[in-house]
């Protein structure tokens, strides 16, 4: 079965903290799996040995014979095996033992328990690609781009992919605690996350009427065995209720199946360019096409954000170079390979990349990303570092750090202007904090301290999660209405 992706490195932290929604190895990612007689012809291939196999197998045993002490013989081979991988530079090719692939496989059976977020290595750091909406990760304030740094106290250098999942997931209710390093923010920030279930439900509708007219809204979470049957349904029933245009938002959707893309695609995107190009290693292209004869009859624009990888960046490029549509936001992740999943027979597995996926132009956007047709970035205040103060710990009038800016951003998020975001306390952001205080009730102090920055941080998640602050949805609408002129 091919399954497109969120990366395959990734989908190791998606399910293993999201626990797939569709019970699969690959939710998030573009896996194809290997028949077990192609694997064996893979592993007989594998057993010819020359000499630098040899040199490996000559290595192994020196160590298993003279090092000091004991180690596992299976360790050593794991070891080379990763080292293997490195090698590549390659963060969405990954290797699991026998044991890890079990464990992983066995939490992927019994639960949908997590916090949320899919991850990758970048260089040697693991990073967010993007929390999931509605998820513990995306409410405690994870961004994209977010550099793990420690987890439970514990710094994460020198831990591969598989052991950072391993140190994260965790049963509904226990929380973890992650410090993130992220661009721009001098001091690392810590979040304490709890564990819980994460919303398996991936598309969400309504109609808007800002400007008088019904326009339809499908937001897409991810991409899993389901998604094109909600979004088939939820479409239908925005045409029923006499839609003028439709708008979808793939905003901080990590990737999915490519079965669902191609049946989404199918709706909206017609046949006269391929909805995405499959490239091997020698060039050949595989190409995948929709069966629409012609464009809907309404306009229709999508929305991408730093959070939209793969699957997202498949449909994305499909509605603008296959169908025309606008795209609204900033520039998406930028993941365009393909990874193959291949079980060994020890039930070790192994993810290689083994080729490009292309837009309909043929454009591979691989570490590029997908430009939007019309940039629009959000409020300071949607990207905003969390306030983490100590016990006793406050902010007052005439201090300067990137706390103080965070908080100014924050303020003007929650209706109260300081007049600047510097981070400088000055005299007019020690009236906007006391003017705040007052509003939620809070003792009037005109300082940050714990208090107030708990506040504050509430205040901006509703600001936020209020769609008239959404000025790239509210673009998209403006977009809808000037076609509909």
């Known amino acids: 079965m091919r399954k497109f992706s969120g990366k395959v490195v990734a989908l190791l932290m998606t399910l293993s903290l999201i626990v797939g929604a569709a019970g699969s190895y690959a939710i998030f990612s573009f896996v194809q799996s290997r028949s077990a007689a192609q694997t064996s012809a893979v592993e007989a291939s594998s057993a010819v040995a020359d000499?630098?196999?040899?040199?490996?197998?000559?290595?192994?045993?020196?160590?298993?014979?003279?090092?000091?002490?004991?180690?596992?013989?299976g360790k050593l081979y794991d070891g080379a095996i990763n080292g293997m991988i490195q090698a590549l530079g390659d963060p969405f090719s990954s290797y699991m033992n026998a044991k890890m692939a079990s464990d992983f496989t066995q939490s992927l059976s019994s639960s949908f328990q997590g916090i949320g977020a899919e991850v990758q290595m970048v260089g040697n750091k693991v990073s967010i690609v993007s929390p999931i909406k509605g998820s513990p990760a995306e409410k405690a304030g994870l961004k994209p781009d977010d550099q793990i740094v420690s987890i439970n106290g514990k710094s994460t250098e020198g831990l591969n992919i598989n052991q950072a999942v391993a140190k994260i997931r965790g049963k509904k209710g226990t929380t973890v605690r992650i410090g993130i390093r992220r661009p721009g923010v001098a001091s690392e920030l810590m979040f304490k996350i709890k564990r819980d279930d994460i919303p398996i439900r991936t598309v969400n509708s309504r109609i808007i009427r800002k400007y008088g007219q019904p326009i339809g809204y499908l937001a897409i979470t991810q991409f899993n065995e389901r998604t094109?049957?909600?979004?088939?349904?939820?479409?239908?029933?925005?045409?029923?209720?006499?839609?003028?245009?439709?708008?979808?938002?793939?905003?901080?959707?990590?990737?999915?199946?490519?079965?669902?893309?191609e049946k989404i695609a199918n709706l909206l995107v017609p046949d006269k360019k391929p909805i995405v190009q499959i490239e091997d290693r020698q060039g050949k292209r595989q190409p995948f096409y929709s069966t629409l004869?012609?464009?809907?009859?309404?306009?229709?624009?999508?929305?991408?954000?730093?959070?939209?990888?793969?699957?997202?960046?498949?449909?994305?490029?499909?509605?603008?170079?296959?169908?025309?549509?606008?795209?609204?936001?900033?520039?998406?992740?930028?993941?365009?390979?393909?990874?193959?999943?291949?079980?060994?027979?020890?039930?070790?597995?192994?993810?290689?990349?083994?080729?490009?996926?292309?837009?309909?132009?043929?454009?591979?956007?691989?570490?590029?990303?997908?430009?939007?047709?019309?940039?629009?970035?959000?409020?300071?205040?949607?990207?905003?570092?969390?306030?983490?103060?100590?016990?006793?710990?406050?902010?007052?009038?005439?201090?300067?750090?990137?706390?103080?800016?965070?908080?100014?951003?924050?303020?003007?998020?929650?209706?109260?202007?300081?007049?600047?975001?510097?981070?400088?306390?000055?005299?007019?952001?020690?009236?906007?904090?006391?003017?705040?205080?007052?509003?939620?009730?809070?003792?009037?102090?005109?300082?940050?301290?714990?208090?107030?920055?708990?506040?504050?941080?509430?205040?901006?998640?509703?600001?936020?999660?209020?769609?008239?602050?959404?000025?790239?949805?509210?673009?998209?609408?403006?977009?809808?209405?000037?076609?509909?002129?």
């Open 51 to 73: 000499s630098e196999s040899s040199k490996v197998k000559l290595i192994h045993d020196l160590i298993e014979k003279d090092y000091f002490k004991k180690v596992p013989s």
């Open 228 to 261: 094109d049957q909600e979004f088939s349904s939820a479409l239908k029933s925005l045409e029923k209720q006499n839609m003028k245009g439709l708008i979808i938002d793939v905003r901080g959707n990590p990737g999915g199946y490519l079965q669902a893309v």
């Open 293 to 485: 004869d012609k464009k809907k009859s309404y306009p229709v624009a999508a929305l991408i954000d730093g959070g939209s990888a793969s699957a997202s960046e498949i449909l994305a490029g499909a509605l603008h170079e296959g169908a025309g549509y606008p795209l609204i936001g900033v520039k998406s992740f930028g993941k365009g390979t393909v990874q193959q999943g291949i079980e060994l027979s020890d039930k070790s597995e192994l993810k290689l990349t083994t080729d490009k996926w292309l837009t309909p132009d043929g454009n591979w956007i691989h570490r590029k990303g997908i430009r939007p047709t019309i940039e629009v970035r959000q409020p300071a205040y949607f990207y905003v570092a969390p306030l983490t103060l100590k016990k006793g710990e406050t902010l007052k009038y005439d201090q300067t750090s990137p706390m103080i800016a965070a908080g100014q951003k924050m303020l003007i998020g929650s209706g109260f202007n300081p007049q600047r975001t510097d981070g400088y306390f000055s005299r007019g952001t020690e009236k906007a904090v006391a003017a705040f205080q007052k509003s939620v009730k809070i003792p009037v102090t005109g300082r940050i301290d714990q208090k107030t920055a708990s506040e504050l941080q509430a205040r901006t998640l509703e600001a936020i999660g209020n769609p008239k602050n959404d000025r790239q949805l509210n673009a998209a609408l403006q977009e809808i209405e000037k076609e509909l002129k």
